[in-house]
């Protein structure tokens, strides 16, 4: 079923004529409007450049129940990810089939109308273990699909008035449509592909670089820069070590570009569409390795997919799919050759060298040499940058414990001793400060201890993000607040949480400010320990003993901590 297009002539795009865009922009104002999510964004911006074509727009039911069960649209076209459009019941509420809804980027600005045709309520279950294999929380887009989608599906075509705007590597970014005039004016009749979401070393070059030999054929490098898995290296680095990269090839013979689609790890299926994608992008080859999209281990801790699902899967549909898979092989390096062979060309005997992914996460965090073999200087000097070693990266230190436990002088004193080892600026949160400058307007009621705790996770996380030292201490009596700022925090870098374990009847019989006895006679109400909850924390990362040890004691445990964790040190 190939009516698939030529490689160079124009692909459709939903772009209404400039003209109409002002006019259409001027309307959208009176219509429903929809904020864009970030996966969203992605998504739209593919479906009206072409990037997604045959899509029209946002799937209806009919279409996302034939993608679920035979990977096809209604028309019977190949399409193997639902391309869907979710929104909260309570928005969904207040739109009827028919109705116009204006998409807007994050500031508001609208890029596209949708005439909703369909609007249902997706079973999220079916979904997941039709599209991913598993209904399974560890994959990132199950969890997705679950813990962040809206629960109401709304479909429908969509005109495009407006591409998103970026403002990041511009020159870098082609639609299809620039893709395809790109190659028909150089000339270039194969092209093959190579989609990434991770930094390119030696082995990929030497791989890319022979796939495109091997098929005679130019090369496009064309990473994603939309959404990729979770965890992985941000796409400002990644770009940077990418155009490092360049330079290794011949002249002439490969292109960069950036594609800003939102990644699902769909493995085998996520192939199939990364494929078409490329179709759309006018190339003639595409490099499909081991594990391709793969989301990682399951909750049983085995691969989601087989090592070749999504080869055997492409080679089924690359007739249709209209784009040739070049296997990717395996590079290892030989020592003796001093050069890169595909793995089943290694002859007995000889000295194969390798890097893991972990391993090579370790060197970065702990300093170590990443030799030549492996990767180039300037990549190794972009990775380092972005991943300093522990010990010169942000962290927070959490304190948490009863009123009158001791927290703000451990945190004080461990402030002092982090100032005099320097190197990074050492910002103290303590429970009294904050509530005076960031919470003055907020009581001790359940809701506004948590907005209080947030508060302080926000501006640690901040301090943490940009290389310092964030010191937490305040009460924070509940469990799921604390868990929450922990993972606002590790986004950035170490979390350490000490709880300061001073029973209540040592509180109170130190009592300092004197508000264990007011609460006991009911003038302070909702005071922690007395009349309020307490939630002690299962597994800090420390906890400290105050009866028997000094204030600098335990701040002296905690710096012997942070030395064992190697957030401290020498870097
Ligand atoms: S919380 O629960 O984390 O938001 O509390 P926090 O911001 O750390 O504020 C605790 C300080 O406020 C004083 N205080 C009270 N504490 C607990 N319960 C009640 N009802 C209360 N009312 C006032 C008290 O001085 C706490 O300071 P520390 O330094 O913890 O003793």
């Known amino acids: 079923m190939s009516d698939v297009l030529s490689n160079t002539d124009p692909i459709a795009e939903l772009f209404v004529s400039p003209e109409s865009a002002v006019k259409m ?10 904020d864009l999510t970030p996966r969203q964004l992605c998504d739209l911006e593919l479906l009206m450049n072409g990037g997604f074509n045959p899509l029209r727009g946002f799937l209806g039911q009919a279409d996302y129940d034939g993608v679920l069960e035979r990977m096809r649209l209604a028309s019977g076209r190949l399409w193997p990810i639902p391309v869907t459009l979710d929104v909260p019941a309570a ?38 273990a039709a599209v991913f294999g598993a209904d399974d929380r560890a994959h990132p887009a199950v969890s997705y699909l679950h813990d962040r989608a809206g629960e109401v599906y709304l479909g429908g075509p969509v005109t495009g008035i407006a591409a998103p705007t970026h403002y990041d590597y511009r020159a870098r970014r082609d639609t299809p449509n620039e893709l395809r005039a790109l190659f028909r004016k150089l000339g270039w009749r194969k092209i093959v592909a190579f989609q990434t979401r991770n930094p390119l070393h030696r082995a990929h070059q030497e791989l890319t670089f022979r796939a495109a030999r091997e098929a005679q054929a130019n ?127 290694v002859e007995k005997g000889l000295t194969v060298l390798s890097i893991s992914g972990t391993e090579l996460r370790r060197r970065l965090r702990e300093g170590l040499e990443i030799p030549d073999w492996f990767s180039y200087p300037e990549v190794v000097a972009e990775l380092r940058r972005t991943s300093p070693p ?15 436990s001791g927290k703000s002088t451990i945190a004080n004193a461990l402030m002092v001793k982090l100032m005099e080892l320097g190197g990074r600026p050492v910002t103290l949160l ?15 009621s359940k809701e506004h201890r948590d907005i ?48 300061v374990a001073t029973p209540l009847e040592e ?64 870097a």
């Open 452 to 499: 209080n705790i947030r508060r302080i996770g926000y501006v640690a996380s901040e301090i943490t993000k940009n290389g310092g030292i964030a010191i937490c201490a305040p009460i924070a009596p509940y469990a799921a607040t604390r868990a929450g700022v922990r993972e606002m925090v590790e986004a950035f870098g170490a979390f350490v949480e000490v709880h």
């Open 25 to 34: 922009k001027r309307e959208a104002a009176d219509l429903v409007g929809w």
């Open 430 to 444: 303590d429970g009294d400060v904050v509530r005076k400058h960031l919470s003055s307007e907020l009581g001790f």
């Open 219 to 345: 090369l496009l490098i064309h990473p994603v820069v939309g959404l990729t898995k979770p965890g992985d290296i941000d796409h400002f680095t990644r770009v940077r070590c990418y155009e490092a990269v360049l330079d290794k090839y011949p002249a002439s013979t490969t292109h960069l570009s950036l594609l800003n689609l939102a990644m699902r790890m769909a493995g085998p299926r996520e192939a199939v569409w990364h494929g078409l994608i490329r179709k759309n992008h006018g190339v003639t080859h595409f490099i499909v390795g081991r594990d391709h999209a793969g989301p990682g281990k399951n909750s049983q801790g085995e691969d989601f997919y087989g090592p070749y699902d999504a080869q055997d899967l492409f080679a089924e549909h690359q007739a249709e799919i209209g784009v040739e898979m070049v296997p990717f092989k395996q590079m290892v390096y030989v020592d003796e050759r001093a050069q890169y062979f595909p793995s089943d060309e």
């Open 507 to 570: 509180c109170e019989r130190r009592d300092r400010k004197g508000l264990y006895k007011l609460a006991r006679e009911g003038k302070i109400k909702e005071f922690t320990g007395i009349s309020d909850p307490y939630e002690e924390p299962g597994a800090p990362e420390l906890r400290v003993e105050t009866v028997s040890v000094t204030p600098d004691d335990c701040a002296q445990e905690v710096m012997l901590k942070l030395e064992q964790l190697g957030l401290i040190g020498v």
């Open 91 to 128: 928005f969904a509420e207040r739109i009827e089939i028919g109705q116009d809804v204006a998409l807007r980027d994050p500031e508001g600005v609208p890029l596209a109308i949708l005439s909703v045709s369909d609007k249902w309520t997706p079973d999220k279950a079916r979904e997941a």
């Open 390 to 404: 522990r010990a010169r990266q942000g962290f927070t230190v959490f304190f948490t414990g009863l009123s009158g």
